[in-house]
C-alpha cells in the first residue's frame, strides 16, 4: 500500500467496480472493460474530434475565444498595432516595482507594497 501510494478510498472505488461485474461470471471483467471502452469511444469522441468531418465539440463552444486566443499569441504585435510600446510597458513596470520597493523600506514596515 505504502509503495504504490493508493488510498483506501481509490482501493474502495475498484473494489466496487470489480464487486459490479462479477455476477456476469469469468467473463465478467472482459465484458465490463469492452462495454467500458466502446461507451468512451462513443462519447468522447465526438468531444474531442467530431463526427463525419464535422468539428469536434469543444471546437465548437471555444469559437468565440478563438479571436482572444490569435491576439494573445502575438502580444507584441497586438500592442504595437493600438499604439503601446512595450518596452515602456516593462519599464514603467519595473520604476514602478522599485518606487513601491523603496517606499516599503523608508517607511520600516508601515508601508505594504500590493505587488508583495
Known amino acids: 500500500l505504502e509503495r504504490t501510494g493508493s488510498s483506501l478510498q481509490s482501493l474502495a472505488i475498484a473494489a466496487a467496480g470489480i464487486d459490479a461485474v462479477r ?4 467473463f465478467g471483467s472482459f465484458i465490463g472493460i469492452s462495454v467500458l471502452f466502446v461507451f468512451l ?3 468522447l469522441r465526438p468531444i474531442f474530434y ?3 468531418g ?3 465539440i469543444i471546437s465548437v463552444v471555444l469559437s468565440p475565444f478563438s479571436g ?3 491576439l494573445l499569441s502575438q502580444p507584441y504585435a497586438f500592442l ?3 499604439g503601446i510600446n512595450p518596452v515602456g510597458v516593462l519599464i514603467s513596470v519595473a520604476f514602478v516595482r522599485i518606487g513601491l520597493k ?3 523600506q523608508a517607511s520600516n514596515g508601515k508601508f505594504k507594497s500590493p505587488l508583495g
Request: proline residues 14%; charged residues 10%; aromatic residues 4%.
Open 50 to 52: 467530431g463526427v463525419n
Open 23 to 26: 455476477p456476469l461470471g469469468p
Open 41 to 43: 469511444i462513443l462519447v
Open 68 to 70: 482572444i486566443v490569435e
Open 80 to 82: 504595437l498595432s493600438n
Open 54 to 56: 464535422g468539428p469536434s
Open 102 to 104: 523603496f517606499l516599503e
